[in-house]
């Protein structure tokens, strides 16, 4: 049998990511579920097409399930740093690059890593 490839690996890597933000605000329906794996299905075929971009596909797919979910639901995920003001969504950075992150661009801060949302909120809910 062959060893998982590098390319299947950063794919299930940034599967589990983007799912456990989406757990970490409850929106993982079934339903979201499946905006993800659309995404990864598209994303496999341009790793594929450049194998160097491995690392940058947890990002990426953080970004296509946010703008499927602005589409269909809303912003997601809110930012949770800004207490006051417009509800407004937090930002992948890179949008091309290694290590993702969520930052909010209103307060200029690095909320969590892309799979790391949940630990974010912890301390900081309004509710
Ligand atoms: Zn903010």
Known sequence: MDPI????QALHA???LVLADLVARE???????SLVEE???????WVEQWPDGAA????LVA???QDAL????????LCPVCGSGDPHALDVEPELGPDPHWV????????AAVGSLGAATGGTVSS
Do not use: M, N, T
Not at 56 to 59: L, P, S
Not at 70 to 77: C, D, F, N, T, V
Not at 104 to 111: E, L, R, S, T, Y
């Open 104 to 111: 909010c661009h209103k307060a200029g801060v690095k909320v």
């Open 14 to 16: 940034a599967r589990a």
């Open 56 to 59: 940058f596909v947890a990002g």
């Open 39 to 45: 995404s990864i299905a598209q994303r496999r075929w």
């Open 63 to 65: 970004q296509d399930v």
């Open 70 to 77: 602005l589409e269909r639901y809303g912003r997601w995920p």
């Open 27 to 33: 929106v993982a329906e079934a339903d979201v579920v």
């Open 5 to 8: 490839s590098p390319l299947e």
